[in-house]
C-alpha cells in the first residue's frame, strides 16, 4: 500500500498531471473514433431482415442511441486495454518522472525501452485483458442476477491482469531478464493488490481516468522499492 500513497501523492507534479490529461485525450480520441465509425456503419442497418421479420431500417435517432450504447460498454470493458496500450508509448516518461523525483540513482542506471519494444509490450498487454474479459463474459452474464456480482468480477479478473502489466512495464528499463523475471514472481502479491485498487478505481468516476497513470507510478515505486534489494541479496548468496 505504500507505493500506491506514493503514486497517488506523485499526481500533484506537473510533470504527471501532463501525462495525465495527454494519455487521457488520446484514450478519449480512440473512442470516439470507435464510435464514429460504428455509426456510420448503424446507418441505414435494417436488423429485422436479419431474421426474416421484414423491414425495419434504423433512423437517426436510432442509429445514434445504438451508438452511444455500444461505445458505453466498450469503454466499460476496453478502457483498461486502451489505457494500457496508451501508457506504452509515454512509460519512459512516466518512469522518468518518477524514478527521476525519488530514485536518482535508479534513473541514472536506466535503460529506455524503444517505441518498437513499448509497442509490443502494450500489444501483449491489451491482448491479456482482452481475453482474461472475454473468458470471463459468461460469469459476468450469470452474475448480473446478484447486481454485484459482475463489478466484484471484473475488479478479480482486470486487477490480476492489470497489476501484472504495469508491473512488466515498470521492470523494463532496468536489469536483465532473469531478474525481471525473479522479481516479478517474488512479488506477484503486491502486484495483484496494486491491480485490484486500480480495478476498483475505474468503476468510480472520475478517479477512472487517473487510475491507469496512478497503476503505473504505484509499480514504479513497488520495482525501486525492492528489486534492487533482492538483487543485492541474490549476488551476497553466490559468492564464494
Known sequence: ????????ADLGNSRVIAIILLTLAISLAIFAALGGMLAWLL???????LVGLGSCPMGAGD????????????????????????????????????????????????????????LLLG???????????ILAMPFYLLLLVTGVGPFILFVIVNGIAFGRDVAELAAARHGDRASRRAWLKQTRGQQHLIGLVVSVLFLVPFANLVAPVIGTAAAIHLFNGSFWA??????RRTLP
Open 43 to 49: 446507418a441505414g442497418f435494417d436488423p429485422c431482415s
Open 1 to 8: 500500500m505504500e507505493a500506491l500513497g506514493r503514486a497517488v
Open 63 to 118: 442509429s445514434i442511441l445504438g451508438t452511444a450504447a455500444f461505445t458505453l460498454v466498450a469503454a466499460w470493458f476496453l478502457f483498461s486495454a486502451v489505457a494500457i496500450i496508451v501508457l506504452t508509448g509515454f512509460s519512459d516518461r512516466i518512469a522518468g518522472t518518477v524514478e527521476g523525483l525519488h530514485y536518482p540513482d535508479a534513473a541514472s542506471r536506466a535503460h529506455p525501452i524503444g517505441m518498437v519494444q513499448a
Open 123 to 133: 500489444l501483449k498487454s491489451a491482448a491479456r485483458l482482452v481475453a482474461f474479459n
Open 230 to 235: 533482492m538483487n543485492s541479496n541474490t549476488k
